[in-house]
């Protein structure tokens, strides 16, 4: 019935394969533990999982620093247990992405390796290299998102290269067509493989201006802030020749049938849609972080969901994402009540939702003794709030030692409450979180409208944020409630009638409106409207 692509319809789910299970014992998590979980994860409902780096990686940011595109880091496993995760996992119809790192590889890669050896080597040309300011100093004023200069001086050819993360992670020259070409044979490696599709790592920072002008200051910019945003990156990132290296891209994924080129992209929404591309030849999804830095606020929520389905072009299909390795935990940032809110939010707005590991049992953000910080952006910028330990931490699966994620000391800690928040014990309980997820992908893949339908905002305003999905012959109506108060729900010149699909607490599950509804505090509710049910236009 539906002619939509797969990812248009599916449930993703984050995997940092270091935190979700460990198999052989390392206190590290590894593809054999991911393999182990197939069960739970289909369990759960969802339909495609994306895993973080597992490429051969000397770990200087945890795999993000990749020095052998077409492998396997033997901290995960090996070819061979990827091809069985990928067997397993398509057997159970569960699609499989990998994250593609191609803005910057290690400083271990052989190409780097080769690259610095000397100004005539074949491969200098595949890193951004420059001389140093008369000065003797960086060539601009260019900086590295986790703290100082973005140059590294390299002594043996006396000329700095570009990082704009660690100075163990150089940048490769996207004006490059041999770099081109050769990240396009890796995607094709994964791609015969079987893989479904790829996450791309910051594809907005994939060119730099090539005349490097130094970037304006940042009249913004406040002491403690994170020390990038001394800047503004105009000639760093989000180039419009991008598009084209982009489009290259996803030319190789449209070789292979059925596969997705999702991209990461931290821009204002004006910016973020462009990377649907021309005539759609860009990202199938370019990820929608925008609910991660907007205030947890009814109003400015409509405000930002309209805001998103104005700006998106013609056929491009939306998406929403409330966590990722990179950014503190919902639970962590709403509180776990509100976290059950955020998770209706997400999963019954129109777009594909992605869930981030652990979400679904409402991990919390950890706070990380100073002794224990592994993140290298809280090592390089310590004390202000930059570290991303915190919301890596190992899954919680049940209530033995280390949480039932290894049968050793895990390499962060786990969380100090994973004796009650658990897959183990969260499975037995119907009011947990993980069951609300639970209820909640099972009513989407249910409702044509909440998969499909159109969004219809109805009201924001104090804590309450009302909407409704609707396609032909189905609407669903979604009423959150931000607050701590009781808010009563009617419709204004309206009748609300219907029958509630999924509630927060699953204590109204089943229950028929025949009027108005009162959501209780911190209380969401999902509910199927009555075919005579009459829904007033927007009121936001
Ligand atoms: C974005 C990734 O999500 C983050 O974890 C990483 O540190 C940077 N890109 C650099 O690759």
Known sequence: MDRRAWWQTAVMYQIYPRSFQDDNGDGIGDLRGIRRRLPYLCDLGIDAVWISPIFPSPMADFGYDVSDYTGIDPLFGTLRELDALLAAAHADELKILLDLVPNHTSDRHPWFQESRVSRQSPRRDWYIWRDPAPDGGPPNNWRSAFGGSAWELDPRTGQYYYHAFLAAQPDLNWRNPAVRAAMHEVMRFWLKRGVDGFRVDVIWHLLKDDQFPDNPPNPAFRPGQRPDHAVIPVHTTDQPEVHEVIAGLRRVVDEFPDRVLIGEIYLPIDRLVTYYGRDLEGAHLPFNFALLDTPWEARGIAKLIDEYEAALPPGGWPNWVLGNHDRPRIAGRVGPAQARIAAMLLLTLRGTPTIYYGDEIGMPQVPIPTDRVCDPFERNVPGIGCGRDGARTPMQWDATANAGFSTREPWLPVAAGYARDNVERERRDPASMLDLYRRLIAARRRSP????????????????????????????????????????????????????????????????????????????????LAPDAVVPPSVV
Do not use: K
Not at 487 to 510: I, K, N, W, Y
């Open 449 to 528: 409208s909440l998969r499909l339908g159109h969004y219809r905002p109805i009201a924001a305003s104090g804590d309450l944020l009302l909407y409704v999905r609707e396609c032909p012959g189905e609407r669903t109506l979604v009423g959150l409630n931000l607050g701590g108060h009781t808010v009563p729900v009617t419709f204004p010149g309206g009748q609300l009638r219907g029958e509630v699909l999924v509630s927060s607490g699953a204590d109204r599950d089943g229950a028929i409106s025949q009027g108005g509804i009162t959501l209780r505090g911190n209380e969401g509710l999902v509910m199927a």
